[in-house]
């Protein structure tokens, strides 16, 4: 039997797919060529999936601790008695003590995990958003209204790929293939990366920045096109505000000085700047690593900017507005009107786009957990995340998750983080249970994701724990009977159940281009505000703005003695984040973490190819094996990021702190103003032989 599906929880997922089903077991996966996304590509991740289903190491029931945490004995319980322990914990604690977290949002939970808090008035609502997603779209939201996609299915005549790897990294509803498709029709690429990789390998124009100061070098860009009287008039004139100051305030960057800060040379950022505004259409395809430095939002800002002033928003293959089909809106699914309170309650207020959007960032609650200030925070429940992997300063969040009350997981498998716990739940996951993807995610569109075969042993969804734990702490009436029920709710505004949403496979909102037109930017002035009016009435800079004090960490000459390399990393084609080193085909095709660093830098360690390395920083020291790259800035390297060794059962939590990355990050102020970023990607470091 074939049932179509789409992928998912190997990457943001979307690509469709044909799986075949043998006795209840799947036995074949491909690309389904039907598919209007990716019409039957599918990567190496999409075809192991499988090896993740009935994998030895699966949880298969929920455990409860026995030992010390971390001691890794773990008795079996009962559904009733692990979902019993959450509900009375969580119940007897002061709600204000309370965190949930989600790591990398995958499908519905993280709505269902907001409801439940906010029915149980927690405000604490831990995701990534501050360093991933949520600089870019809060950005968009404040600045025109809406968050602007790449139109790839009306071909642009040039992709900006703006620290993004698509080719390898499917980014949330929008996927390599489509890329991929578009230049394989002649569109021009302009890649800013500081790392070769295949997409700047086929680039017209590759930009090699220096790590975290791509605010500078857009700053750059934006100079050029308005000083030299390079952009869309007529838009500029008759739909944004702010555009005097804009002009203004850039006469306050001198191009040698941005160069300088950037190592591109004054000509490059010129070159970029005209083939970028002369080539029309042309769409920013911007990625994740923007968001990996304290300027994120003012970056995102910045290339909001870009695409406004070269005329390209909301206009054919340029960068455009995906109204979502028509669903219970996100808000009334997680009932944010019954805890209105929440604001004032939150950790940290502070970062007004994170509570805009209701998340806490993840390093205030770690040093919430240590100092009790400005609350304590007692007891978490963790799903779909590994903070151990993921979160800047690893040791400081092992040291978090230690000092807890108490903690409950859910996982696949047995992450360091989930030997943490005091309550592992094991969950299902893709192919297992009814779910759709892309909900409340400004793409435009819904795939459904329907069940394919049975999970193992106990395994229940997220979606149904989490259902099940309301109910337990006394929400019954705010919960459903069944899954079903629940998806069918969320459906409803579409004229749709879940079976007829099956049938579909896909559901697209009502795109058109230039809305505005209708209606004026969804903004306060109805414009695109170049100047942002509520970043000022926050007390943030209205216009992008390269601030010293918010400046790389290398700017202290002291730190430079020491550390005189800077760090960044990329995530691995073949995985995701930290998730699935012991699934085999994937393992094969990247056995070990592997550090890039330029030959010259290389033999100025004594390292040679495939010598193992000590990474470190001011914050610790890792071990990774060098790759020799001579295409790198002598001065950069690059680490792998998310690697552990489940293989490792003698290392103390499978070998958490051999070669993570975010061993060398760190989670102290100064943070992104708005939103709470931390730097991850522009690090001061040293190298040498292990
Ligand atoms: N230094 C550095 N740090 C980073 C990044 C970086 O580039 N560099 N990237 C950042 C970004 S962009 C993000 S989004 C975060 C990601 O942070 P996390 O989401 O914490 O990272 P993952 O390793 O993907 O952890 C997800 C876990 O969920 C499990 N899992 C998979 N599917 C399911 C499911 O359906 N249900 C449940 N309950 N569990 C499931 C997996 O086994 C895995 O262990 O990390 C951030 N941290
Ligand atoms: N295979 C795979 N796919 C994934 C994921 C995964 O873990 N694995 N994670 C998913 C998630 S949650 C996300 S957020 C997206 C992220 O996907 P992307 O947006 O592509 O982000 P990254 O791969 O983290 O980094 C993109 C590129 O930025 C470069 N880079 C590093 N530092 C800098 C810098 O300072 N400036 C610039 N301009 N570039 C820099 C890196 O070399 C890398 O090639 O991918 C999603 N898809
Ligand atoms: S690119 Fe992503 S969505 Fe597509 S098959 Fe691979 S893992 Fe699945
Ligand atoms: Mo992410």
Redesign the pocket.
């Given at each position: 039997m074939i049932i179509k599906t789409y992928c998912a929880?190997m990457d943001h997922g979307g690509c469709g797919l044909r799986v075949e089903v043998e006795d209840g077991k799947i036995v074949k996966v491909e690309g389904d060529p039907d598919s209007p996304l990716n019409r039957g590509t599918i990567c190496a991740k999409g075809i192991a999936q499988v090896e993740r289903l009935n994998h030895p190491d699966r949880l298969r029931h929920p455990l409860k601790r026995m030992g010390e945490r971390g001691d890794g004995k773990w008795e079996h319980i009962s559904w009733e008695e692990a979902l019993t322990t959450i509900s009375q914990r969580i119940l007897q604690a002061d709600r204000r003590s309370v965190a949930f977290a989600?790591?990398?949002p995958?499908?519905l939970?993280l709505y269902m995990m907001i409801r439940l808090a906010n029915l149980l008035k927690v405000p604490t609502v831990i995701t990534?958003g501050a360093?991933?997603?949520m600089p870019r779209e809060t950005a968009a939201m404040i600045t025109c209204g809406f968050f602007p996609v790449p139109d790839y299915d009306h071909p642009p005549a040039l992709v900006l790929a703006w620290g993004s790897n698509l080719f390898q990294t499917n980014e949330e509803g929008i996927i390599g293939s489509q890329l991929r498709r578009v230049l394989d029709r002649g569109a021009k690429l302009m890649v800013i990366d500081p790392r070769r990789t295949q997409l700047s390998s086929r680039a017209d124009l590759w930009i090699q920045p220096r790590p975290g100061t791509d605010l500078a070098l857009a700053l750059g860009m934006l100079k050029v096109i308005v000083e030299d009287g390079l952009y869309d008039r007529a838009f500029v004139d008759q739909w944004t505000v702010g555009f005097p100051e804009l002009q203004e305030h850039l006469k306050g960057y001198s191009l040698k000085a941005l160069a300088e800060i950037t190592w591109v040379p004054e000509e490059k950022i010129v070159e970029a700047a005209r083939l970028y505004v002369r080539t029309q259409p042309a769409c920013i395809q911007w990625g994740?690593a923007i968001?990996?430095n304290i300027h994120s939002v003012q970056t995102a800002r910045a290339l909001m900017i870009l695409k406004t002033i070269s005329g390209n928003l909301d206009s054919p293959g340029g960068n455009v507005n995906r109204p979502s089909p028509p669903t219970l809106r996100p808000g009334d699914f997680v009932q944010s009107k019954g805890f209105p309170e929440k604001r004032e309650q939150l950790l940290a207020p502070e970062f007004r786009l994170a509570a805009m959007m209701g998340f806490t960032p993840s390093q205030t609650v770690v040093k919430a957990i240590l100092s009790g200030k400005p609350y304590p925070i007692r007891m978490m429940y963790i799903?779909?995340?590994?903070?151990l992997?993921?979160?800047?300063n690893a040791t400081e969040t092992y040291l978090a998750l230690k000092k807890l009350d108490f903690l409950a997981v859910?996982?696949?498998?047995l992450?360091p983080?989930?030997q943490l716990a005091d309550i592992v739940?094991p969950?299902?996951?893709?192919f297992e249970f009814d779910d759709m993807g892309h909900y409340g995610m400004p793409h435009g569109f819904l795939l459904a994701r329907p069940k394919v075969v049975d999970p193992p042993g106990e395994c229940r969804?997220?979606l149904l724990i989490l259902n099940e734990l309301g109910k337990k702490c006394g929400l019954e009436k705010s919960f459903w009977p069944d899954l079903r029920s629940c998806l069918d709710e969320v459906l409803k505004p579409a004229g749709l159940d879940y079976e007829g949403f099956k049938r579909a496979g896909i559901l697209k909102g009502n795109w058109k281009y230039k809305s505005y037109e209708r209606n004026g930017f969804g903004t306060p002035s109805k414009k695109v505000e170049i100047f942002c009016s509520r970043l000022k009435d926050w007390g943030y800079d209205p216009l992008p703005t390269y601030r010293e004090e918010f400046s790389l960490p290398d700017s202290d000459p002291h730190r430079m003695d020491n550390y005189p390399l800077i760090l960044t990393?990329?995530?691995d084609p073949c995985y995701?984040?930290?998730?699935?080193r012991n699934l085999p085909s994937l393992r094969k095709l990247s056995p070990d973490p592997i550090v890039l660093i330029h030959p010259q830098t290389a033999g100025e360690m004594g390292v040679g190819e495939g010598d193992w390395v000590l990474i470190e920083t001011r914050q610790g020291t890792i071990r990774q094996k060098a790759a020799l790259n001579s295409d790198l800035d002598p001065r950069v390297v690059v680490a792998a990021?998310?690697w552990w060794f489940p293989e490792r059962k003698d290392l103390e939590l499978s070998g958490w702190k051999e070669s993570n990355?975010?061993i060398l990050?760190e989670n102290d102020p100064p943070y992104e103003p708005t939103i709470g970023s931390t730097n991850?990607?522009a690090i001061p470091c040293r190298i040498y032989r292990e």
């Amino acid at each position: 039997m074939i049932i179509k599906t789409y992928c998912a929880r190997m990457d943001h997922g979307g690509c469709g797919l044909r799986v075949e089903v043998e006795d209840g077991k799947i036995v074949k996966v491909e690309g389904d060529p039907d598919s209007p996304l990716n019409r039957g590509t599918i990567c190496a991740k999409g075809i192991a999936q499988v090896e993740r289903l009935n994998h030895p190491d699966r949880l298969r029931h929920p455990l409860k601790r026995m030992g010390e945490r971390g001691d890794g004995k773990w008795e079996h319980i009962s559904w009733e008695e692990a979902l019993t322990t959450i509900s009375q914990r969580i119940l007897q604690a002061d709600r204000r003590s309370v965190a949930f977290a989600q790591g990398t949002p995958k499908g519905l939970e993280l709505y269902m995990m907001i409801r439940l808090a906010n029915l149980l008035k927690v405000p604490t609502v831990i995701t990534p958003g501050a360093i991933c997603h949520m600089p870019r779209e809060t950005a968009a939201m404040i600045t025109c209204g809406f968050f602007p996609v790449p139109d790839y299915d009306h071909p642009p005549a040039l992709v900006l790929a703006w620290g993004s790897n698509l080719f390898q990294t499917n980014e949330e509803g929008i996927i390599g293939s489509q890329l991929r498709r578009v230049l394989d029709r002649g569109a021009k690429l302009m890649v800013i990366d500081p790392r070769r990789t295949q997409l700047s390998s086929r680039a017209d124009l590759w930009i090699q920045p220096r790590p975290g100061t791509d605010l500078a070098l857009a700053l750059g860009m934006l100079k050029v096109i308005v000083e030299d009287g390079l952009y869309d008039r007529a838009f500029v004139d008759q739909w944004t505000v702010g555009f005097p100051e804009l002009q203004e305030h850039l006469k306050g960057y001198s191009l040698k000085a941005l160069a300088e800060i950037t190592w591109v040379p004054e000509e490059k950022i010129v070159e970029a700047a005209r083939l970028y505004v002369r080539t029309q259409p042309a769409c920013i395809q911007w990625g994740n690593a923007i968001e990996h430095n304290i300027h994120s939002v003012q970056t995102a800002r910045a290339l909001m900017i870009l695409k406004t002033i070269s005329g390209n928003l909301d206009s054919p293959g340029g960068n455009v507005n995906r109204p979502s089909p028509p669903t219970l809106r996100p808000g009334d699914f997680v009932q944010s009107k019954g805890f209105p309170e929440k604001r004032e309650q939150l950790l940290a207020p502070e970062f007004r786009l994170a509570a805009m959007m209701g998340f806490t960032p993840s390093q205030t609650v770690v040093k919430a957990i240590l100092s009790g200030k400005p609350y304590p925070i007692r007891m978490m429940y963790i799903q779909g995340g590994n903070p151990l992997l993921s979160y800047a300063n690893a040791t400081e969040t092992y040291l978090a998750l230690k000092k807890l009350d108490f903690l409950a997981v859910a996982e696949i498998f047995l992450t360091p983080t989930a030997q943490l716990a005091d309550i592992v739940l094991p969950t299902a996951t893709n192919f297992e249970f009814d779910d759709m993807g892309h909900y409340g995610m400004p793409h435009g569109f819904l795939l459904a994701r329907p069940k394919v075969v049975d999970p193992p042993g106990e395994c229940r969804p997220d979606l149904l724990i989490l259902n099940e734990l309301g109910k337990k702490c006394g929400l019954e009436k705010s919960f459903w009977p069944d899954l079903r029920s629940c998806l069918d709710e969320v459906l409803k505004p579409a004229g749709l159940d879940y079976e007829g949403f099956k049938r579909a496979g896909i559901l697209k909102g009502n795109w058109k281009y230039k809305s505005y037109e209708r209606n004026g930017f969804g903004t306060p002035s109805k414009k695109v505000e170049i100047f942002c009016s509520r970043l000022k009435d926050w007390g943030y800079d209205p216009l992008p703005t390269y601030r010293e004090e918010f400046s790389l960490p290398d700017s202290d000459p002291h730190r430079m003695d020491n550390y005189p390399l800077i760090l960044t990393s990329a995530k691995d084609p073949c995985y995701f984040h930290s998730a699935y080193r012991n699934l085999p085909s994937l393992r094969k095709l990247s056995p070990d973490p592997i550090v890039l660093i330029h030959p010259q830098t290389a033999g100025e360690m004594g390292v040679g190819e495939g010598d193992w390395v000590l990474i470190e920083t001011r914050q610790g020291t890792i071990r990774q094996k060098a790759a020799l790259n001579s295409d790198l800035d002598p001065r950069v390297v690059v680490a792998a990021y998310g690697w552990w060794f489940p293989e490792r059962k003698d290392l103390e939590l499978s070998g958490w702190k051999e070669s993570n990355v975010n061993i060398l990050t760190e989670n102290d102020p100064p943070y992104e103003p708005t939103i709470g970023s931390t730097n991850l990607r522009a690090i001061p470091c040293r190298i040498y032989r292990e």
